[in-house]
């Protein structure tokens, strides 16, 4: 899985997450999971972070 963090505006207390799959399937989403999990526990206002397959 590839993750990268983009960055937007500090001055926003907001987190984007955006998914990369083939659909939105439960099939296709459920393996990112773990790693949007993770993203929620460490992540940092005004950052957007991809999470691909």
């Given at each position: 899985?590839i ?15 955006v998914?990369q ?18 993203i ?7 950052q ?6």
């Amino acid at each position: 899985m590839i993750s990268s963090k983009l960055h937007i505006a500090s001055d926003y207390i907001c987190l984007i997450i955006v998914l990369q799959v083939p659909s939105n399937r439960l099939a296709d989403l459920k393996p990112l999971v773990p790693e949007i999990l993770a993203i929620l526990t460490t992540a940092t206002k005004g950052q957007a972070t991809v999470v691909s397959t």
